[in-house]
């Protein structure tokens, strides 16, 4: 199945913008601006894969993930965390979770997509 439906999830405005600039040309991108937003935007539009900031006010990345992993019909939509938190350990972490991958902020906006699309591949074997 290919990848067409996106939940971006940031409450930085700066990145939420240079991302969907950076996607908009190849997915249908929602935005969240908070885990919470998150959690209803994505039981209504159901998308195909999450990306999840992690650190955010309120709820953040990781609480946002284990909520979703608790709802039954959102349990299988891919998450990829996207944060500056990229030491090994950290990367392993998100991993153990359960996340699909881990992109580094600051991104490389000419490989957004690109990045995304490897990860949903690998998904997708």
Partial sequence: MPLSKILLVDDDENIRTVALLSLEDDYLVEVATSGLAALELAAKNKPDLILLDVMMPGLDGK???????QRAELADIPVVFMTAKVQTHEIDFYLKLGAAGVITKPFDPMTLATDVQKIWETLSV
Avoid: D, P, R
């Fill in 63 to 69: 609480a946002t993930f284990e909520k979703l992993q």
